[in-house]
T-cell receptor, first 114, second 114 residues
Framework: DGGITQSPKYLFRKEGQNVTLSCEQNLNHDAMYWYRQDPGQGLRLIYYSQIVNDFQKGDIAEGYSVSREKKESFPLTVTSAQKNPTAFYLC?????????????FGPGTRLTVT | GDSVTQMEGPVTLSEEAFLTINCTYT??????LFWYVQYPGEGLQLLLKATKADDKGSNKGFEATYRKETTSFHLEKGSVQVSDSAVYFC?????????????FGIGTKLQVIP
């Protein structure tokens, strides 16, 4: 079955450590996205990538970094520079040629930093 | 910039009640509009979509009509079930700087009681 996988589902880190969240898709989608979800704030875009080896900052990119070396993978690194990293992180993908850019979401990773 | 405004929740309804969740949008072009649903601890799933004015999206008994004259895309269901309890997000796809982007509302939590 095609879909998006995010791992792990729960992640715990100590303050000051970098952590990388995994996102893999086998939908053959060109575009991938990272969102952060906080209670009462909806989804906020962190980074997005329309094609391999290209990515753009979203609305809240500070303290985060990404790479897009393969079409299937779009890992997100939460660095120690991110002031409030504890949140629910969602990865998504889309393919404009077929689906009017509707986004398909992974199950999310809940990151807790103490 | 392009945005959506969604009614704040939570919304609590009895089973078989009629549901309306309001969503209005601001856009400079001709956006596509979406409703996504998020069940507890999961990612978002596309519920329905509409790509042009007067289109009606429908799925699982939910409906929403793209109204250009009122810039609205309200979600409705005639008879809700306990299993409809979730958070519902209105979303808009638009073109920005040559890139397709999606902006989400803050989400409306629906609780259906037996």
């Amino acid at each position: 079955d095609g879909g998006i996988t995010q791992s792990p589902k729960y992640l715990f880190r100590k303050e000051g450590q970098n952590v990388t969240l995994s996102c893999e898709q086998n939908l053959n989608h060109d575009a991938m996205y990272w969102y952060r979800q906080d209670p009462g704030q909806g989804l906020r875009l962190i980074y997005y990538s329309q094609i391999v080896n290209d990515f753009q900052k979203g609305d809240i990119a500070e303290g985060y970094s990404v790479s897009r070396e393969k079409k299937e993978s779009f890992p997100l690194t939460v660095t120690s520079a991110q002031k409030n990293p504890t949140a629910f992180y969602l990865c998504a993908s889309s393919n404009g040629r077929e689906s009017f850019y509707e986004q398909y979401f992974g199950p999310g990773t809940r990151l807790t930093v103490t | 910039g392009d945005s959506v405004t969604q009614m704040e929740g939570p919304v609590t309804l009895s089973e078989e009640a009629f549901l309306t969740i309001n969503c209005t949008y601001t856009a400079t072009g001709y956006p596509s509009l979406f409703w996504y649903v998020q069940y507890p601890g999961e990612g978002l799933q596309l519920l329905l979509k509409a790509t042009k004015a007067d289109d009606k999206g429908s799925n699982k008994g939910f409906e929403a009509t793209y109204r250009k004259e009122t810039t609205s895309f309200h979600l409705e269901k005639g008879s809700v079930q306990v299993s409809d309890s979730a958070v519902y997000f209105c979303a808009l796809r638009y073109l920005s700087g040559g890139y397709q982007k999606v902006t989400f509302g803050i989400g409306t939590k629906l609780q259906v009681i037996p």
